[in-house]
């Protein structure tokens, strides 16, 4: 099987396709990614080597460059490549919406060209916007984006489904909480309060920190869409959560109390636009249908993420001096 992985030297996609070649050793991976600010080629050094990777610096909202690496064969599509930060998009919400929206639709258009497979939209459930004190998102919770960014994940989700009902492409979406671990960018919650958190700097909580969201652990989010690239059912949209909900103010306090750091280094800062109160994901379809378990509980988690940062230093250092873009 040859899989394009677009957005794949971003931090989940580069966790799935160190995950895909390790499980699958025969199928051939190719990763598309623009490399902007988020993409770190570094991510992917322990694979760089393997016969069957290949990287191609292209941008998905290219028509010209989509179609030349369609032409060299392309039987599934997992789509990561996103502008994802919500800071960003109250900034600049046109970038966001060219990679999420048009990026999207040009990718579409090659895989009914050139018939793919299966095409799968990793898209985030932020989508649904925000719940109150009680109930999960599931995948009939209408779409009521309230930022940019989830705006344009959900124009571009959108488009997926359209695509299937019109052209009878071969689609699954999938919408996931977020996500920790491994190589994740440091201006994300976790990696930027410990790497704060090491330097003993102060730590930006937005607001009252209740915010609540549901953490799932980036190899679980893997394992998860491994399971609907071939288990999936064509059409259907799968939510992926962790059951992990915890405010923002318990995730800098855990993370503190790891590192044997002072709750004093904690400062709250004015409250984002828009900021969604709670998210959470109800992830029964993908257990029932596709027999999917998480293998981490946040605890778990939590401590191998905080150790990975511990353990590569050099990794986070070369992003914060601009060092991983040469």
């Known amino acids: 099987m040859r899989v394009l992985v677009t957005g794949g ?61 369609f032409q060299q064969g392309v039987d599934v599509v997992v789509n990561f490549a996103a502008e994802s930060h ?32 299966k095409y799968v939209q ?33 124009g571009g989700d959108l488009l997926v489904r359209a695509y299937h009902e019109t052209f009878d492409l071969p689609v699954n979406i999938t919408r996931c909480s977020n996500n ?10 976790i990696p930027l309060m410990i790497i704060k958190a090491l330097h003993d700097e102060a730590l930006p909580i937005y607001g009252d920190g209740l915010h609540i969201r549901d953490w799932l652990y980036v190899e679980d989010h893997c394992s998860a869409i491994d399971l609907v690239i071939h288990q999936g059912k064509v059409g259907e949209v799968y939510n992926i959560g962790g059951n992990n909900e915890r405010t923002n103010i318990h995730i800098v306090k855990t993370i503190l109390k790891e590192l044997n750091k002072p709750e004093s280094l904690m400062t709250f800062v004015e409250d ?3 900021h969604d109160r709670r998210y959470g994901i109800d ?8 027999g999917w378990k998480p293998k981490y509980s946040f605890e778990t988690g939590i401590k191998a993420t905080i150790a990975w940062y511990l353990s590569n230093k050099e990794w986070w250092k070369r992003i914060q001096s601009g060092e991983y873009q040469q």
């Open 283 to 290: 992830p029964a379809k993908l257990v029932s249908e596709l």
């Open 9 to 69: 030297a971003g931090f989940i996609g580069s966790n799935f396709i160190i995950y895909m070649l390790n499980k699958y050793p025969n199928y051939q991976i190719v990763n598309m990614d623009f490399i902007t600010y988020a993409g770190n080629l570094d991510n992917l050094k322990s694979i760089e080597d393997n016969t069957n990777y290949t990287f191609v610096r292209a941008d998905i909202a290219d028509p010209v460059a989509v179609d030349l690496i």
């Open 86 to 117: 919500v800071d960003r998009s109250i900034l600049s919400p046109n970038i966001f919406v060219r990679t999420n929206v048009l990026g999207t639709q040009v990718l579409l258009d090659a895989a009914k060209k050139y018939e793919v497979t």
């Open 180 to 189: 920790y671990g491994p190589y994740q960018f440091p201006e994300k919650l």
């Open 272 to 274: 984002r636009l828009g």
């Open 122 to 154: 990793v898209s985030t459930d932020e989508v649904y916007g925000t719940l109150g004190e009680t109930g999960l998102f599931t995948e009939k919770t209408p779409l009521q984006p309230n930022s940019p960014y989830s705006a344009s994940k959900a």
